[in-house]
């Protein structure tokens, strides 16, 4: 029961635009019903005017019987409408079309995220393939190389040198193809639809992976000393600053030139439409491997020259390379997504690196054997060939949960169970499409990148059947372990409130360098022992 006064009076004409014509002496009075509100006539002495609307007041008493103003002061309504209630209602409904105002005004100036693409296995395949093949050319091109510059000067007095190239070409994996599928996610939610937004994420990510270009450069130039050396008990102080400076030169130098190139990959691919996480990383795996291998074997090649008559160059390459740093930690810092990787992304690239460098200890230590002087120019082939595979997967499943709202943390996680090799492969989903396409491209792919160094004579052994049995073998067992772990660990990471674009690629690859390598190494023991042997192709 509600008693309407004075002041009440105003309010109420206000929101209905009702003028109340009410007998003299008859005070108006108001009825809410269904959000609006309704005068009530009341006639008194038969004489009507209009109401000032001023010094009313809402009064609640708990019964009518407790009415004892003064006659004409008030009139009580038995409504039952808490009136209290309903002021509270009114905000709510003006906040609720304030908000709304505002959320269209924020939709006009940031669009929301699109859908997930929908791709069929075709179309998935149709535009992987390209780019697959493409970067596999590159890995043969990089194992051309390998196989050349095994037998330089450099390569065969450092031959801790063989330990660099798995984590230097692991940096494709580690921070190039993190940068790309950092960036493929930003440009498919909307991240880079303006200059403004795309100028700072292109800012940041070129000064955060030339940190941690030069940090794991640094890095990997000591895991060579630790695994080549200490074992052996030689340590030449020489040579350890000549990997030092070899190391960090070509880290920060690939890094930059590769990093320009995926940026440019991933705003042409919005641009014409496709999907970056299909073709960014293949293509920065293709320059990736025969880039950095290059300016590994020319860098290394120049600084020993320097050994004998300018011995303070190499400490002066390091010096240099290491004092730009803090420029770069400074530019990174002044752009939030950066700031977050240059904080907490060191774990999995360092750890990434030094599974890399096992696997360069397996390719140091069977280079050096002479019968199994064929493996170089296959190594780079199958390792780069798994890591575009499962980089490509890690990268669409990260985008996927992104582009579908899944929170990164919840309260009360319900836990997930690990995916059997059934639900990765043969699932219904998007991502288990994906992983069969992407499968189904390693044999006739290695295939192809097989004839092709055979073409070109490259390499230590004759393609044999058996030879090309086992090498499938390897290469599959390989890509089945790493989509699986793919599967796996970007879910897992997902669920861990860690961003599966950041730490999830450099693991995939280095487990990917480390299998490769071994399963090669392994399949070269095999044959040896089968008597499927022989060292004379290619010399």
């Avoid at 010096?319 to 810092?333: H, K, N, S």
């Amino acid at each position: 029961m509600v008693l309407w006064s004075k002041e009440q009076d105003k309010l109420s004409e206000m929101s209905t635009g009702a003028v109340d014509a009410k007998k003299e002496g008859a005070p108006p009075a108001y009825h809410h019903s269904n959000g609006s509100v309704h005068p009530i006539m009341i006639q008194k002495e038969g004489v009507e005017e209009l109401r000032q609307a001023e010094g009313y007041e809402l009064t609640e008493v708990s019964a009518f019987s407790e009415r004892s103003e003064p006659e004409g002061e008030t009139v009580v309504v038995d409504c039952r409408v808490n009136a209290k209630g309903q002021r509270e209602e009114d905000a709510l409904l003006e906040n609720a079309s304030q908000s709304n105002e505002s959320d269209d005004t924020s939709t006009d100036q940031s669009p929301e995220p699109p859908a997930p693409l929908k791709e069929t296995s075709f179309s998935i395949g149709l535009q992987v393939v390209i780019p697959f093949l493409l970067a596999g050319f590159g890995t043969v091109a990089a194992g051309m190389v390998l196989d050349i510059v095994q037998h330089w000067t450099v390569f065969t007095e450092v031959t801790e040198v063989f330990i660099l190239v798995p984590a230097l070409l692991g940096l494709k994996g580690n921070l190039e193809m993190t940068l790309a599928s950092r960036l493929s996610t930003a440009a498919n939610i909307g991240q880079m639809d303006t200059a403004k937004e795309m100028g700072k994420m292109v800012m940041g990510n070129l000064a955060l992976i030339q940190v941690q270009a030069t940090v794991v450069g640094f890095l990997a130039s000591i895991a060579a000393v630790i695994f080549g050396w200490i074992p052996e008990g030689h340590f030449k102080l020489g040579h350890a600053v000549l990997l030092c400076a070899s190391s960090v030169s070509t880290a920060f130098i690939a890094s930059l030139l590769l990093g320009l190139i995926m940026i440019g990959v991933i705003i042409a691919s919005r641009k014409v439409g496709i999907n970056p996480d299909n073709v960014a990383t293949p293509i920065a795996a293709s320059l990736g491997d025969l880039i950095t291998l290059a300016l590994l074997a020319g860098i290394s090649t120049g600084l020993y020259k320097q050994l004998d008559h300018n011995d303070y160059v190499n400490p002066l390459v390091c010096a240099i390379f290491v004092a730009l740093t803090p420029v770069w930690v400074l530019i990174a810092r002044r752009i939030p997504p950066t700031r977050e990787v240059l904080y907490s992304g060191w774990e999995p690239v360092i750890i990434a690196m030094a599974i890399s460098s096992v696997g360069g200890l397996i390719l140091d230590k069977t280079v050096s054997n002479p019968n199994f002087a064929g493996i170089a120019v296959f190594s780079p082939v199958i390792n780069g060939v798994a890591g575009n595979l499962v980089a490509v997967q890690a990268s669409r499943i990260s985008t996927y949960l992104h582009m579908t709202a899944l929170p990164m943390v919840e309260p009360n996680p319900p836990p997930r169970k690990c995916p059997t090799p059934c639900s990765t492969f043969f699932g219904s989903s998007v991502n288990s499409r994906s992983a069969r396409v992407l499968f189904l491209l390693v044999a006739p792919g290695h295939l192809v990148f097989l004839y092709a160094i055979n073409s070109m004579q490259g390499g230590h052994t004759t393609l044999t059947s058996i030879f090309i049995a086992f090498y499938l073998a390897a290469a599959l067992l390989q890509v089945v372990i790493l989509l699986y772990l793919a599967d796996w660990m970007v879910h897992w990471m997902w669920g861990r409130g860690m961003d599966p674009d950041n730490f999830s690629i450099p693991y995939l690859t280095a487990l990917g360098d480390l299998l490769g390598t071994g399963f090669l190494a392994l399949c070269f023991h095999i044959l040896w022992l089968i008597g499927d042997r022989d060292t004379d192709v290619g010399d």
